[in-house]
């Protein structure tokens, strides 16, 4: 497993904190629901990381700017498992947030 992949309980933390407080922010001023706002709001930084994270391990991104160690999830087969996997867990959030909505 590359280091650009770990998990790290200090940044969910974090992600969660801050979908949290955003989310409480869009349901104070809004008609949504402060969980299903806090299930859209993790999902956009979600998806944002995620494409963050591939753009910086291609060759002459940010971490990976002399190309020459590119890791799986930047090239090939690798990068289409971790795009649909990255796709399937934003979805899921997305669902989430409006089945909260609709549902409570």
């Given at each position: 497993m590359s280091s650009q992949t770990r998990?790290?309980?200090?940044?969910?933390?974090?992600h969660v904190m801050i979908a949290?407080?955003?989310?409480?922010?869009?349901?104070?001023?809004?008609?949504?629901?402060?969980?299903?706002?806090?299930?859209w709001v993790s999902a956009?930084?979600?998806i944002n990381?995620?494409?963050?994270t591939v753009e910086d391990a291609r060759p002459g991104g940010f971490n990976n700017s002399d190309g020459a160690e590119t890791p799986d999830i930047a090239k090939g087969w690798g990068a289409t498992k971790y795009g649909l996997s990255s796709l399937?867990?934003?979805?899921?959030?997305?669902?989430?947030?409006?089945?909260?909505?609709?549902?409570?």
């Open positions: 998990f790290d309980p200090k940044a969910l933390a974090a949290l407080f955003v989310g409480a922010a869009i349901s104070y001023f809004t008609d949504a629901k402060w969980l299903a706002a806090f299930f956009a930084m979600f990381g995620s494409l963050a399937a867990i934003f979805a899921g959030l997305i669902a989430a947030g409006f089945a909260v909505q609709s549902l409570f």
